[in-house]
């Protein structure tokens, strides 16, 4: 099946710093997304993505899907305590069994920021 | 406010029993999904529906069972059968076939000893 390797799988930054972790994938992507997720919470979408090559930003977030559609990047700029979480990235192919919008997911990044 | 609403937030049985877990959604989404987390690790899909009144497997399926009557709700029922039942259970829905952006619930944390 698909696979996700999404790197690093832990952070430790200082307040201030810059954050920047990605996404590969063993086969190709038409769409990525990457969620946020605080302890005992549910994921929260942050940024789609939708054409290779595309650079989109959210604020202080920033991500792109890669050129060869097998990878995707997230930027945080100038982090804050509350950017504290396990981000996860999630990609989805036109060329799965069924379109159901079924998402493979990274097994996340935990980011701890120091004030 | 539209959302998906899971409940209970905390859910405790005993081993051997099966426990049904809610998820609603007022989003007028048409696909559903199921997915189980354990620390430290990504989602995995137990089970997804594109439509009423279907429903495929997803990852994870064996000690699970769904049903999709309605649009609005698709609960989630944790067999005795399964092994490892003790997760954080996340529901999320999307607009279906083509839309990929999928919306979490606050997800349900089962304990079973």
């Known amino acids: 099946g698909q696979q996700l390797n999404q790197s690093p799988q832990s952070m430790f930054i200082q307040e201030g710093e810059d954050v920047s972790m990605n996404c590969t994938s063993s086969?190709?992507?038409?769409?990525w997304l990457w969620y946020k997720q605080e302890p005992g919470e549910g994921p929260v979408l942050l940024i789609a993505?939708?054409?290779?090559?595309e650079l989109t930003s959210n604020g202080r977030l920033t991500a792109q899907f890669g050129i060869t559609r097998k990878d995707s990047f997230l930027n945080i700029s100038a982090s804050i305590p509350s950017d504290v979480g396990i981000y996860f990235c999630?990609?989805?192919?036109?060329?799965?069994?069924?379109?159901?919008?079924?998402?493979?997911f990274g097994d996340g990044t935990t980011l701890t920021v120091k004030p | 406010d539209g959302g998906i609403t899971q409940s209970p937030k905390y859910l405790f049985r005993k081993e051997g029993q099966n426990v049904t877990l809610s998820c609603e959604q007022n989003?007028?989404?048409?696909?559903m999904y199921w997915y189980r987390q354990d620390p430290g690790q990504g989602l995995r899909l137990i089970y997804y529906?594109?439509?009423?009144?279907?429903?495929q497997k997803g990852d994870i399926a064996e000690g699970y069972s769904v049903s999709r009557e309605k649009k609005e709700s698709f609960p989630l029922t944790v067999t005795s059968a399964q092994k490892n039942p003790t997760a954080f259970y996340l529901c999320?829905?999307?607009?279906?076939?083509?839309?990929?952006?999928?919306?979490f619930g606050p997800g349900t944390r089962l304990t079973v000893t």
């Open positions: 999630a990609g989805q192919s036109l060329y799965s069994n069924t379109n159901a919008g079924k998402s493979t």
């Open positions: 999320a829905s999307s607009y279906g076939t083509g839309f990929y952006e999928q919306y």
């Open positions: 989003l007028n989404h048409d696909a």
């Open positions: 086969s190709i992507f038409n769409t």
């Open positions: 529906s594109q439509i009423v009144n279907d429903f």
């Open positions: 993505l939708y054409k290779a090559g």
